[in-house]
């Protein structure tokens, strides 16, 4: 297989990487120069209440927490899943430094979690390219347990639009470290369950489709 063609992840695989990358994901994010704040801006685009509960797909150490916090309050709930013990070990020490007693994070693959309740929220965090190609078969499986009135969002990041020449180069870097592959188009599975609302910045290179469930 050559360096630019997709990897076909695997849930075992997908965790060992990202043990691998738990304490460099900070550093990782920095160069991919998101806009600042577009975590918070995205998140409202859920229009997440009070009292809300939210389900993290990808959590990792939970950068999330803290925009979904400010729309959920403490009477909210939040579970994060992510395939990686290292991250989700980060995480819940972010929270109990926090003291988010709210948030619950957990070791699991989210194609087979089967929660104990619904969501008004269920958010993708910058991991439905990472879970290519078992990303539809999630989407399909937790789409279930959004609460009528309640959202699905994928938020990721993509080659910009003058940039797309690049992607098989960028594939590589990829390759070896987030994992997943570029082409996919989360918002063609998404858009089989309702009409999509789509948000971007940054030349449309960073984005939020979310889907209401009526």
Same mark, same amino acid.
């Not at 600042?36 to 998140?43: H, K, L, P, Q």
């Not at 979904?68 to 709930?77: F, R, T, V």
């Not at 879970?131 to 990721?156: F, I, K, L, N």
């Given at each position: 297989?050559?360096?630019t063609?997709?990897?076909?992840?695997?849930?075992?695989?997908?965790?060992?990487?990202?043990?691998?990358?738990?304490?460099?994901?900070?550093?990782?994010?920095?160069?991919?120069?998101?806009?600042?704040?577009? =975590? +918070?801006? !995205?998140?409202?685009?859920?229009?997440?209440?009070?009292?809300? @509960?939210?389900? #993290?797909?990808?959590? *990792?150490?939970?950068?999330?927490?803290?925009?979904?916090?400010?729309?959920?309050?403490?009477?909210?709930?939040?579970?994060?899943?992510?395939?990686?013990?290292?991250?989700i070990? =980060? +995480?819940? !020490?972010?929270c109990?430094?926090?003291?988010?007693?709210?948030? @619950?994070?957990h #070791?699991?693959?989210a *194609?087979?979690?089967?929660?104990?309740?619904?969501?008004?929220?269920?958010?993708?965090?910058?991991s439905?390219?990472?879970?290519?190609?078992?990303?539809?078969?999630?989407?399909?499986?937790?789409?279930?347990?959004?609460?009528?009135?309640?959202?699905?969002?994928?938020m990721?990041?993509?080659?910009?639009w003058?940039?797309?020449?690049?992607?098989?180069?960028?594939?590589?870097?990829?390759?070896?470290?987030?994992?997943?592959?570029?082409?996919?188009?989360?918002?063609?599975?998404?858009?089989?369950?309702?009409?999509?609302?789509?948000?971007?910045?940054?030349?449309?290179?960073?984005?939020?489709?979310?889907?209401?469930k009526?």
């Amino acid at each position: 297989m050559s360096n630019t063609a997709f990897i076909r992840n695997d849930p075992a695989f997908v965790a060992q990487r990202y043990n691998e990358l738990a304490p460099r994901m900070e550093a990782l994010e920095r160069r991919i120069r998101m806009p600042e704040g577009f =975590r +918070g801006r !995205a998140i409202a685009k859920m229009r997440l209440s009070r009292g809300d @509960r939210v389900l #993290v797909l990808g959590c *990792g150490a939970g950068p999330e927490i803290p925009d979904i916090l400010d729309n959920i309050g403490s009477e909210g709930a939040i579970d994060g899943l992510d395939l990686s013990s290292a991250s989700i070990e =980060r +995480g819940k !020490a972010k929270c109990l430094a926090h003291g988010w007693g709210n948030v @619950r994070l957990h #070791v699991a693959d989210a *194609g087979k979690f089967v929660p104990q309740t619904t969501y008004h929220g269920v958010l993708f965090a910058f991991s439905c390219i990472a879970m290519s190609a078992q990303h539809e078969h999630v989407m399909r499986h937790m789409w279930q347990y959004v609460a009528p009135g309640g959202c699905m969002t994928v938020m990721d990041s993509r080659m910009p639009w003058f940039l797309r020449w690049a992607r098989p180069l960028a594939q590589v870097y990829v390759n070896r470290t987030y994992l997943g592959d570029m082409r996919i188009r989360p918002k063609d599975c998404l858009s089989t369950f309702g009409r999509v609302e789509d948000y971007s910045e940054k030349w449309d290179s960073f984005y939020a489709h979310t889907v209401f469930k009526q």
